[in-house]
């Protein structure tokens, strides 16, 4: 490649970029995911290094952010408000702190201290102190020159109009991130793009009443110029944020090595969809203020600190075709098989379409360029269709008026909304419909239902496809001379799964109801079923005796859910289950709540996994000793039970109520169990 196609090449990536920032930093509409924005920065980062002959004003190694906005008065910073380069794997780690100690000439067993705090992805801001009084506040602008938007700050209850502590600073510009949270975001969300375009929209809005409405918050990490600040390190410079009135960031930690680095950057990664802002990596800090001052800069960009990326939770790929799948209570649900892209450490190669108004609204074609976003554990699902990449093989998709099995489908009508449902289903055919019953038997084996060990969705699709089972009592006359010859299966593990399903032929009322897999009849509903009836031949005489009606009498078990018990004894696949199911199993009576009992009037929450017994289990444990369950860590809570994993958010909302934490044998010996 000669030197004109070399620069030409660069120049256009520069040109995209300067657009890109407009539309990110100006008008707070971002066209691009951030990754791919962070791809064609670092692809511009390559060519500089590569070839010294090119260069730009423009360049991101040059330049930070956008010009300031004309709608707002101009203000040089007195310290440049820098970017941050980014680290985006562990090599990136291992490099970054190579280069700090060969800079500062130590040899490879000197340890750096870091400060490690969670990128909140918002919009920065710099805060003028004098005097313990707020004066002036500025946005980032291009690094060197902010908008002064003073008052439109001084609406944010988290910034101090005054401090008056005696050993806060003379001088100084305190800086951090102003963001709206994603509880506070759902009230406001038809108004704005995502959490970031609110808080970018606010603060540029010219009535700073209107900014008001908008429940902006700020959280503070570092400071820019400074006169009289009597602090060594960062953490404890973070310290004295929270003293001054402050608010920082929860999940801030000094650590050493990049091993601690990257267990920590692994455990907030997971905790992400917990928190209720959004943030984008990890920045690491060199601890010590003497030594950040002796690495200085590099370019635009400090020595002494990187933002670890985290991994992306979107990416663009192409749907290369588009399946229906059928769900236990017959919902059809279109499915994109699209070409395998790596979201988050994840290779994800189906996401959801959602139903069949999604693909209408969204316009979504075979052969599409798409965006898929996966968060968390939710499952992958297409966000957008990107028409300006649209060709001529893009084909509509229109959507099966039957089901796979070959029964007409139907749109149901809901009374309340009086509206037609979205979801497309098949009817109510249970296991009558090929497609429904094998999500059906998935369902029968699940944790809350019969829970065989060893026996999971995985085996119910093995099996299904070798015809072994169609019904939930081909579970218990399984062929396990045939199964035994199949690959990855010996006589032992046939044997263990054989006591697995023998051992589950005793089962409580609660979770026979719950395993059939009745529509809108989840488990705390067949709880209470079960408690009413007291047995299955009470359940099935319902339909004998037409007492549907006495159900009406259970608090929590309206129409919806008696129609839907009406039309599962309706048909007659169902009752051949029930009555075959009853010859071979013990189902047991349900067992009254103890009044009185040992855990009386106490509530209860479980996080985590327990050893040897399962949350439901537990559950039903605790409500036959009088005890109740609570879903939300409250002052109604008396004990919090942890197990393994559990979640460190509840841990520490306890703690800050002062509710008792105990462990599983300490709970175990409240109901005079052993652990």
Known sequence: MDKIKINKEYQKKIKDLIKLNKYYYELSKPLVEDQEYDQIKSEIFSLEKKYNFLKSEDSPSKKVGYRPSKTFKKVFHKVSMLSLSNAFSEEDLINFEKKIINFLDKDSSFEIEYSAEPKIDGISAS???????????????????????????????????????KDFPTDIDIRGEVFIGNKDFEKIKDKFANPR?????????????????????????????????????????????????????????????????????????????????????????????????????????????????????????????????????????????????????????????????????????????????????????????????????????????????????????????????????????????????????????????????????????????????????????????????????????????????????????????????????????????AKTLKSSESFVNLSKDDKFDDLLNIDGIGETQINSIKNFFKNKTNLNIINNLQKILNIKKAIENKKGGILS????????????????????????????IISNVSKKLDYLIIGEKPTNRKIEAAKELNIKIINQSEWLRLINKTG
């Not at 209850?157 to 008056?164: A, M, R, T, Y």
């Not at 509530?603 to 399962?614: A, R, V």
């Open 127 to 165: 805060l003028t102190y004098q005097k313990g009084k707020f004066i002036m506040g500025l946005s980032r602008g291009d690094g060197k020159e902010g908008e002064d938007i003073t008052q439109n700050l001084k609406t944010i209850n988290d910034i101090p109009k005054e401090i008056l502590i």
């Open 197 to 529: 375009n609110a808080a970018s929209g606010s603060l540029r809005q010219k009535n700073p009443n209107d900014t008001k409405k908008i429940p902006l918050k700020f959280i503070a990490y570092t400071f820019g110029h400074e006169k009289g600040m009597k602090v060594k390190k960062q953490n404890e410079y973070l310290q004295r944020l929270t003293e001054w009135g402050f608010k920082t960031n929860p999940l801030n930690k000094t650590l050493k090595g990049v091993q601690n680095l990257m267990n920590n950057y692994y455990e907030i990664e997971k905790k992400r969809n917990e928190i209720d802002f959004d943030i984008d990596g990890i920045v690491y800090k060199i601890n010590d203020f003497d030594l950040q001052k002796r690495l200085g800069n590099v370019a635009n960009s400090p020595r002494w600190a990187i933002a670890h990326k985290f991994s992306a939770n979107k990416g663009i790929s192409k749907i290369l075709n588009i399946d229906i799948q059928v769900g236990r209570t017959g919902a059809l649900t279109p499915v994109a098989k699209i070409n395998p892209l790596n979201i988050g450490g994840v290779v994800v190669s189906n996401a959801t379409l959602h139903n069949e108004d999604e693909i209408i609204r969204k316009d979504i074609r075979i052969n599409d360029t798409v965006v898929v976003e996966r968060a968390g554990d939710v499952i992958p699902h297409v966000v957008s269709v990107d028409v300006k990449k649209r060709k001529k093989e893009s084909k509509k998709f229109f959507f099966p008026k039957k089901c796979p099995c070959g029964y007409e489908t139907i749109k149901e009508y809901n009374k309340i909304t009086k509206k037609f449902d979205a979801v497309r289903r098949c009817p109510d055919r249970g296991f009558d419909c090929d497609r429904m019953a094998k999500e059906r038997l998935k369902h029968f084996v699940s944790k809350e239902g019969f829970n065989i060990d060893g026996f999971g969705k995985k085996i119910v699709e093995n099996f299904w496809d070798l015809k072994l089972v169609r019904l939930p009592q081909d579970i218990f006359n399984l062929n396990y001379k045939k199964i035994e010859s199949l690959d990855g299966w010996g006589k032992q593990s046939v044997l263990n799964l054989k006591y697995a399903i023998d051992d589950k032929k005793n089962i409580s009322f609660e979770r026979f109801i719950y395993s059939l897999g009745i529509r809108h009849i989840g488990f705390e509903n067949a709880k209470l079923i």
């Open 601 to 628: 009037n106490k509530t209860f929450m479980l996080t985590g996994k327990l050893n040897g017994i399962s949350r439901a289990e537990a559950k039903s444990l605790i409500e036959k000793n009088s005890g109740s």
